[in-house]
T-cell receptor
Framework: EAGVTQFPSHSVIEKGQTVTLRCDPI?????LYWYRRVMGKEIKFLLH????????ESGMPNNRFLAERTGGTYSTLKVQPAELEDSGVYFC????????????????FGPGTRLTVL | EDQVTQSPEALRLQEGESSSLNCSYT??????LFWYRQDPGKGPEFLFT???AGEEKEKERLKATLTKKESFLHITAPKPEDSATYLC????????????FGSGTRLQVQP
């Protein structure tokens, strides 16, 4: 079974430019999450999709970040315009709803996109 | 606000030298505590989920335990391939699925 994939693996852009990150979740996973780690900090939650709907956007830092999930499949995260403090590693994770005796879902992470804003 | 603190920040062991990593947490009702392993340049790889105090889970040389305030990841007779950053995360009973992560413990196992 293919894992979560992210593209690109690395992006270097100038301040003020636009960048779009893509995440393909594990097939059949309705839940899709975005997280990021900025330099020296822990991984922080950004938002959560259930299928194509935004379930929780509480971690989005500001309105320069726009996430979409068309048709409930892959997701994109656009940063426009990018600022220096947006540099970091952006992770996507996906999960299916709990099954059986599980109390919560297990989130499986992709390899991340390293974003460098110069 | 949910908080996760991991210690030590870094740990160097000799091959075969057992040790434990600590994850202290503060959460408004624990729904689940998660352990992940992360190798350089890769994403976190899921290891365990613990739900309630007293619970233990094992996988090869790793065993995770949980109390009401902290979790331990015990590594028995580690091998160099166990070298990685180990991350702890919590999920609260708030209706949100967001994970709150600690900053991790970087483990290096020398042959």
């Amino acid at each position: 079974e293919a894992g979560v994939t992210q593209f690109p693996s690395h992006s270097v852009i100038e301040k003020g430019q636009t960048v779009t990150l893509r995440c393909d979740p594990i097939s059949g996973h309705d839940n899709l999450y975005w997280y990021r780690r900025v330099m020296g900090k822990e991984i922080k939650f950004l938002l959560h999709f259930v299928k194509e709907s935004k379930q929780d956007e509480s971690g989005m830092p500001n309105n320069r970040f726009l996430a979409e999930r068309t048709g409930g499949t892959y997701s994109t995260l656009k940063v426009q315009p990018a600022e220096l403090e947006d540099s970091g590693v952006y992770f996507c994770a996906s999960s299916q709803d709990p099954v059986g005796t599980e109390d919560t879902d297990t989130q499986y992470f992709g390899p991340g996109t390293r974003l460098t804003v110069l | 606000e949910d908080q996760v603190t991991q210690s030590p920040e870094a740990l160097r062991l000799q091959e075969g030298e057992s040790s434990s990593l600590n994850c202290s947490y503060t959460v408004s009702g624990l729904r689940g505590l998660f352990w992940y392993r992360q190798d350089p340049g890769k994403g976190p790889e899921f290891l365990f989920t613990l739900y309630s105090a007293g619970e233990e889970k094992e996988k090869e040389r790793l065993k995770a335990t949980l109390t009401k305030k902290e979790s331990f990841l015990h590594i028995t007779a580690p091998k160099p391939e166990d070298s990685a950053t180990y991350l702890c995360a919590v999920q609260a009973y708030t209706g949100r699925r967001a994970l709150t992560f600690g900053s991790g413990t970087r483990l290096q196992v020398q042959p």
